[in-house]
Antibody, heavy 115, light 112 residues
Framework: QVQLVESGGGVVQPGRSLRLSCAAS????????MHWVRQAPGKGLEWVAV????????YYADSVKGRFTISRDNSKNTLYLQMNSLRAEDTAVYYC????????WGQGTTVTVSS | DIVMTQTPLSSPVTLGQPASISCRSS???????????LSWLQQRPGQPPRLLIY???NRFSGVPDRFSGSGAGTDFTLKISRVEAEDVGVYYC?????????FGQGTKVEIK
């Protein structure tokens, strides 16, 4: 079955970096665009970034542009989110989701930015 | 960005009774390809979001038929014909017609 498993979250100080991963299985990963969406504690959903199926195009929310980088390794069926210059307001659960319709979501990984 | 506005923000319902959630977009969600990319997501307590409905009215795989979606243009509705205990959670509408994708604030469905 289709499965997305995020990892790499943790507690990090402001200004530091973190890299999230999303391992995909059960579908042809290289055929689908992928998104990262985040959810701050007690809040709603916020789209973060998208990458085309072949990595040719990448787009970001204004709130993370210049600090976060989305990438993928289709040979490893894995999606990444490199997060630099982290801020307290980046504290959230980060989800990877499949396809433009966000058909399937992972369980999420928690990022806490705190000194 | 397209703003998605949901009403109500909270919906206490009796088990077995219907529930309805509205979602209004700040612009038409009709894409140039003729499709309307309006989806509904369910997030049960402590769980990730799950796709229920896509392109206004299409139920995703495994979604019970008590869930239905309708609407057009800028006004959309999610209906639960008979609420069950497992339907408790927060429901979000989402548009993917125009970049970036945006979500409604969420509607909390709870049992009276």
């Amino acid at each position: 079955q289709v499965q997305l498993v995020e990892s790499g979250g943790g507690v990090v100080q402001p200004g530091r970096s973190l890299r999230l991963s999303c391992a995909a299985s059960g579908f042809t990963f290289s055929s689908y665009g992928m998104h990262w969406v985040r959810q701050a504690p007690g809040k709603g959903l916020e789209w973060v970034a998208v990458i085309w199926y072949d990595g040719s195009n990448k787009y970001y929310a204004d709130s993370v542009k210049g600090r976060f980088t989305i990438s993928r390794d289709n040979s490893k069926n894995t999606l990444y989110l490199q997060m630099n210059s982290l801020r307290a307001e980046d504290t959230a659960v980060y989800y990877c989701t499949l396809g433009n319709g966000m058909d399937v979501w992972g369980q999420g990984t928690t990022v806490t930015v705190s000194s | 960005d397209i703003v998605m506005t949901q009403t109500p923000l909270s919906s206490p319902v009796t088990l077995g009774q219907p529930a309805s959630i509205s979602c209004r977009s700040s612009q038409s969600l009709v894409h140039s390809d003729g499709n309307t990319y309006l989806s509904w997501l369910q997030q049960r307590p402590g769980q990730p979001p799950r796709l229920l409905i896509y392109k206004i009215s299409n139920r995703f795989s495994g979604v019970p038929d008590r869930f239905s979606g309708s609407g057009a243009g800028t006004d959309f509705t999610l209906k639960i014909s008979r609420v069950e205990a497992e339907d408790v959670g927060v429901y979000y509408c989402m548009q993917a017609t125009q970049f970036p994708p945006t979500f409604g604030q969420g509607t909390k469905v709870e049992i009276k």
